[in-house]
C-alpha cells in the first residue's frame, strides 16, 4: 500500500507537521528524505531495509559515496542531498554559538564539537577561541594525527590565540575509539597548553574530549 493511502495521521510528514519532528521514528524520518519508495515498497518500507542493511542511522549518515550507492534506492544525487542536510545542521549549531551562548550552554558547546568530531577516522585537535565576553571568534582545527594520536604544538596553538585575539579558549580533540576517558598525554599536553597560555593571559576554560555520542570535560573533572 502507497503511503498515500494511509490514514492521514500515520503518514510521516502529516505526523510531522502536527506533533514535530521529534516523534517520528528513524526510519520515517529517513523515508520523508527518501520522497519516494522503490517498486514494490514505500518509502518507509524503503527506510526500514536500510536501516537494518546499514545497522543504524548514524551508520547510513557516515557511509561513503560509494558504500550508500550500492544500496538499491540511493544514489550520488540521494547522497548529495544528505551531505548537504548534515553540513547544514552543522552550520545551524555553529551560527547558535555565535550569538554567544557558548559558556551559557554547556550542552551546546558539546553538541557543536560532537557534531565536528565524533566521526572522524583520525585524531583532531580543535579550538573554540573565546572574546574577553566568552563569545566565540572562531572554531579551528590546527593538528590530525591518525587513529590513536595527534601531535600538538603549544607554540602553535598560542600563536592561532594571539592572531585572533582570543581571551580565552576552548580545547578539544576526538578518540576515534569513541571512548571519551582521557589519557595521561591528554592531561599532560592540557597542563602545558594550560602553562603557556597563562604566560600570556589567556584562559583555559575547559578540554573536551569527544567519545561516541558523548564528551568528557576536564573543568567537570576540576582539571583546570
Known sequence: MAISDWPEMERPREKLLTHGAQVLSDAELLAIFLRT?????SAVDLARELLSDFGNLRSLLTADLNTFCQSHGLGSA???????????AKRHLAQELERG???????LTQRYLLSQLRDRSHEVFACLFLDNQHR??????????TLDGAAVYPREVVKQALSVGAA?????????????EPSRSDRAITDRLAEAF?????RVLDHLVVGDGYCVSFAERGWL
Do not use: C, W
Open 168 to 180: 580565552a579558549v576552548i580545547l578539544a580533540h576526538n578518540h576515534p575509539s569513541g571512548v571519551a
Open 101 to 107: 551562548d557558548a559558556l551559557t550552554s554547556p550542552q
Open 136 to 145: 566565540v571568534i572562531r572554531y579551528q582545527e590546527l593538528f590530525h594525527g
Open 37 to 41: 519508495g522503490v517498486k514494490g515498497k
Open 78 to 88: 540521494k547522497f548529495a542531498q544528505l551531505q548537504a542536510v548534515l553540513e547544514m
Open 198 to 202: 597563562g604566560l600570556m593571559d589567556i
